[in-house]
């Protein structure tokens, strides 16, 4: 009965007979388990006899087909899970902190028990995502997947945009709208976003990716300056969720990307999330709507317990576990063998021929220069110089870096942002 | 074994093993029924014995679960599928028109034998839309759907857009990279989005809309000026399928429109398509991808053809009639009692006083305005005025350019095009 379970019963509560009138069966809430179940409960009518505070009364009721796991976070959620599977309950969940590090327990368990797990609402809210890479696209080969699936993140990145403000100013609106928790940790530094590729890579290519083997740059260090200068370039900055083939290796990777304005993904604005997918038969698929908040997760909760609930009474195959639907043993391109274009910014003294030494430490490396910025000079006679790379490897750009963070020209450490032309 | 077929034929023969793997269902080509099927197959290695030009091999054959059914148009296809349905097969189409035209005898044949309809490849090409509509949002109750679901016409306003020209220029170019028929009437006129709107509203709202009901306008009127009038605006002009509840009424319509250039539909250009979705609990989705074309739409075909299969081996309910879905008997509101913004262009008489003349004439049928481009003189001393409206009703705007037409200043009829804010 936090955000998402109030308005899952509230759901129940007010909808129950058009959701038997569009779905064909009938279902009960038999009982809801809250830490606070004495509390009255926002509005709702809720019958006293359905609310416990024993999550026994709920794993051991042999009339419950269907649990709805909405704590959040992996203990107690993964005991009360494993437990519920055991006892011949089939699972909807929203936990996708859960399912990206103890997914594999938790299938693993189901398929052994034969009881199907959904989870829809743990990667964009209310976007019907994860049933459109297990159904929708089922017949495709994926070849990629890009995505913007934090909202605080792109709210705060789109501020940042429209307002020309600074990370800490469009984070404090964040909060005072509530789109960003008092500790945005988890959110700025990407491991939410990495939480949710990681459950959409395990769809698209059915491979089992670590968390710790997802190269993960959050947001902190990107600058009001970068944002304005992509924009000048026709360019603007996304927190990307990416995915993809490469040379038969699989590339996982989170951070800031330079997207060109053109591209839909550059107008999801706000807490909007959206999920490029291309697909080998559909090409390229975008899904766009509002990727949390409570009635938008509810909706893919219900959705998906809907479903459960007529595969209970009509039957159903016992679906193929992820890692066996795509061939899964794919490796995992290290950080430093990718190919990207880059933007780069460089604070550097200003006097003549500052551009031709970085250009010739970028040559040297056999990185080549697509265009540059070279604006007026500003306080302390130091300048930025902006440039945009063709494609280049990571390992080259770094090495690049490093050499023009050291000449004496430099001011201030340069500023690398991987760019993706979609 | 025509376009889409084609695709379909070399899904199954090409990735059989792929959509086992995945699906967890063995399905077997059994028949192809092609009236050239002594012609060779465009390199698809097809067994001939699988061939055949005589219908009742695949109608009678009672190895047969599910016909796909790819022939376009209402005859002879719905007699083929009524005969399919009596025979105890499930079947798989994606044929739009006859769906808008003829669905319900098609859908209650089905419901009476107790067969299964999967049609996901008849709007939208391979985007999963009609399974976002029937499932993923299956707890909302929609508010409206927007959709560009017409490639050709998006691709001919994407060109007039970006090159500056006019209706036929941009017409040549579509037929020559093949986006546009020889004949693009069907297209063109706004028939094809009618019919692809009304499986939606039905899918959306629980209503059959016959085709006559609808109103339609579609792109011949459209003049390049007003493309590049809109844009100065900050507008862009797309072919629009509008359904949307107001005040208990359903509006069902087809017509260009303007559409803020900011908002993710207008960055839908080409031949893709888009729709966008107002649900009341998971509020705006937006899909998008390509809308036809030989393999988007076979990958939509396939995954409806796994579903199918996946439900007749591990058993499935009867979902209940689009029409009980939703209360359906909801009331189409007359073209004439809707309300819109207006973009309106006259062409005047370049003289003092001529914009006073018309302000006056919109003012007395309550018709505010906006804002205004007078654009400087042309030739032949006529003048365009561009005006943008507030809402008005449909009954007085055309009342009011009746009469703005009948001034003796006006050179040329008045353009009206509706805008939405979205």
Aim: with cysteine.
């Amino acid at each position: 009965m936090g955000t998402v379970g109030t308005g899952v019963v509230r759901g129940f509560l007010e909808r129950g007979g058009y959701l038997l009138r569009r779905s064909g069966v009938s279902m009960q809430l038999r009982r809801i388990c809250d830490r606070h179940a004495n509390e009255p409960h926002k509005g709702l009518r809720i019958d006293r006899s359905v609310l416990t505070t024993d999550v026994k009364q709920v794993l051991t009721d042999p009339e419950i087909d269907i649990i709805i796991e909405l704590i959040g976070g992996i203990h107690p959620a993964k005991e009360y899970l494993l437990e519920a599977i055991r006892r011949g309950k089939h699972v909807v969940t929203a936990n996708k902190a859960l399912l990206a590090e103890e997914g594999e327990a938790i299938f693993r368990s189901a398929r052994q028990h034969r009881r199907l797990v959904f989870f829809e609402g743990s990667v964009g809210g209310g976007i019907p995502i994860v049933k459109a890479l297990r159904e929708g696209l089922i017949a495709n080969r994926i070849e990629s997947i890009y995505g913007i699936i934090n909202g605080t993140t792109n709210y705060i990145l789109s501020t940042m945009d429209q307002m020309g403000c600074d990370l800490r100013d469009a984070l404090g609106d964040a909060q005072r709208h509530g789109y960003a928790e008092k500790n945005p940790r988890l959110d700025l530094e990407g491991i939410d976003t990495a939480h949710k590729l990681a459950i959409l890579v395990l769809l698209a290519f059915g491979r089992r990716v670590p968390l710790n083997a997802i190269h993960v740059e959050g947001i902190t260090q990107l600058s009001g300056h970068d944002i304005r200068y992509a924009r000048q370039l026709g360019y603007c900055v996304k927190l990307l969720a990416i995915a993809k083939r490469a040379q038969n290796r699989l590339e996982v990777r989170v951070h800031p990307t330079l997207l060109p304005s053109r591209h839909p993904l550059a107008a999801v604005n706000g807490v909007y999330n959206a999920i490029l997918v291309r697909g080998d038969m559909a090409g390229d698929q975008l899904f766009y709507g509002r990727g949390a908040g409570q009635m938008p997760t509810a909706s893919a909760v219900l959705a998906d317990t809907v479903q459960l609930a007529q595969q209970i009474i009509g039957g159903h195959i016992m679906p193929p576990l992820e890692e066996e639907r795509s061939r899964g043993a794919r490796r995992l391109k290290p950080m430093l063998d990718i190919c990207s274009r880059y933007y780069i910014r460089c604070t550097v003294t200003d006097r003549p021929g500052v551009l031709a030494q970085i250009a010739r430490i970028l040559g040297r490396h056999h990185i080549s220069i697509a265009s540059v910025i070279q604006q007026e000079r500003q306080r302390a006679r130091s300048v930025p110089i902006v440039l945009m790379t063709h494609d280049a490897l990571e390992r080259d750009l770094r090495l690049a870096l490093g050499q023009i963070d050291r000449l004496p020209i430099a001011r201030q450490p340069s500023v690398a942002i991987r760019m993706e032309e979609l």
